[in-house]
């Protein structure tokens, strides 16, 4: 009888040494970046046509080049051990600026994506600062791991806080743009600093839970591992990936506007996600304009139509950033 008990208490052991290894695997693969796996990218007169190829669309970026803008340094709202680098675009003095975040690894500042906004919102006369966030580009290193927006957020706001401080921004002519996981991060300094006036998002997950499960089912793994992945994820990384989430714009926007596009064929961030915020926002009767676009797969909206997308970029930026003050 103790035999078999030994038995049944082995294999309870290793099935739950087996969960245990399939969490940390998960939150592993989620999370972990190498430091040097940052796509090849360029500054805006000198893309590389790598950079500017998405899966279904070769774009041509001749038409959206910049001049380089001066690099700058600052630090993360709250940590001078965090370093941040980035790109000022000046085109008039008096304009409102939009800090434009890049999405997770391999994009960092220079990277096609944000650099196409940049160029559209430069092009009908808005500034803009362009950002690496911590662990990514020319930005302070701390380790290999992304920490889903729950600390990256602030590296908005030490961005925030850079345009006030040393280029005399007023509160109300500073927006963000955000990209992927940079909209998320956005959305949730957003929702941390009443004082930023609007962001635009593209392309955000709703929270990490949902995002969670799609990881799951496109790894071919039990969605029963997103809870414990994220309570060991608190070991790994030293933070809740629930913490704060990209609703939480809805719940602190305090009117400010919000603008939500995104690719209804988004294979990397579902849809679906975008349609729940949009649910959410209505029942908060948040100030919350949408551009779904029918047939785009992620981030591909700006490629697939570049002037239309401009277009939208400024009419919500006019509208929500002020020119005095």
Known sequence: MIKY????????????????????????????????SDEVGGWPNSWLPSAVITQNIQFDSSNWYVENGVPVHFSSRGRDDIILSGAYHEVNKNAPVVIVVHGIKPSHKASSSPLLVSAMLLKSGFNTLRIDLQNYGDSTHLDSFIRLGQTEYKDILGAFDWLLQYKKYHPSKVGIVGLSLGAVTSAIAFS????????????????????????????????????????????IIGIN?????????????????????????????????????????????????????????????????????QEKLVQFFSRSLKYSG
């Open 192 to 235: 941390q600093e009443p004082q930023l006036a609007s962001v635009w998002l593209d392309s955000p997950f709703f929270d990490f839970s949902a995002m969670c499960e799609h990881e799951l089912t496109v790894r071919k793994m039990p969605l029963y591992l997103c809870r414990d992945s994220i309570r060991i994820g608190r070991l």
């Open 241 to 309: 990936p629930n913490a704060i989430s990209c609703k939480e714009a809805l719940l602190n926007h305090g009117s400010r506007p919000i603008f939500l596009t995104h690719g209804e064929n988004d294979s990397r961030i579902p849809f679906s996600h975008s349609e729940l915020f949009k649910q959410m926002g209505d029942q908060y009767q948040t100030d919350l304009d949408t551009w779904f676009i029918p047939g785009a797969d992620h981030l591909e909206g700006m490629y697939q139509y570049p002037y239309h997308y």
């Open 5 to 36: 008990l030994k038995v049944i208490l082995s294999a309870l052991i290793g099935i739950a040494v087996i969960y245990l290894l399939l969490c940390v695997v998960f939150i592993y693969k989620v999370t972990h970046y190498g430091p040097d």
